[in-house]
């Protein structure tokens, strides 16, 4: 068997004494992810009772867990993932990528035309810890899920967006701020300190 690196040896050990990870365990939330959006939800109150949302890069699927609960029954919620995602009731789910047309254009027939209320994305690249291969690959995710939001959301709808500080991070942001009407980054508690992400909260968007 091969030995674990030092590296990934202090992640398992950071990992499992996670408090947010033994608290998302205790209570059922499918990751310690769930405590981000909970934190902006409440701050921003967010998501409302029959609002639609797409939850893009949702697998394992804590986002739209939590998201179901705070929809109530005359919500909606479509999840994407190239992951699979076990069920969720009441979350309808596609599978593949979405830059593929395929699964774009299925994306869209699940979602009203202009009715989208939030677009959250938790979406992140499997990181190689090179900097100057990690950063592009997290900024073009953040980009993708930006362009997204002005496609499917309705006026005055929301975005929630992960975004890694470095390059191209300034563009992303001006050009969020052309597309709704006020953006500002929060850095949720349980988010790890040492983690360049931040997350990009756009609220009332504008059709151009």
Request: charge should be positive.
């Amino acid at each position: 068997m091969a030995k674990r690196s030092k590296s990934s040896g202090r992640w398992l050990q950071e990992h499992f004494s996670d408090p947010y990870v033994k608290r998302a365990q205790a209570e059922g939330w499918r990751s310690r992810a769930v405590f981000k959006l909970e934190e902006v939800d409440i701050h921003e109150k967010m998501l409302r009772s029959g609002a639609i949302c797409l939850d893009l890069g949702a697998a394992p699927g804590a986002w739209s867990q939590y998201a179901r609960r705070r929809l109530g029954r005359t919500g909606r919620i479509v999840a994407t993932d190239i992951l699979p995602m076990e069920p969720l009731e009441g979350v309808q789910f596609v599978q593949g990528d979405f830059r593929e047309n395929e699964v774009f254009e299925r994306i869209l027939a699940l979602v009203p035309q202009r009715e989208v209320d939030w677009v959250l994305s938790d979406m992140a690249p499997s990181m190689s810890g090179i900097d100057a291969v990690d950063q592009p690959r997290a900024m073009y995710l953040a980009e993708l899920a930006l362009d997204m939001a002005g496609r499917v959301l309705k006026p005055g709808g929301g975005a929630l967006i992960k975004v890694f500080q470095g390059a191209g991070f300034d563009a992303l942001v001006r050009d969020a701020r052309s597309r709704f009407g006020k953006v500002r980054l929060v850095k949720p508690t349980a988010s790890r300190a040492r983690s360049p992400e931040v997350y990009l909260l756009a609220k009332d968007f504008r059709l151009v």
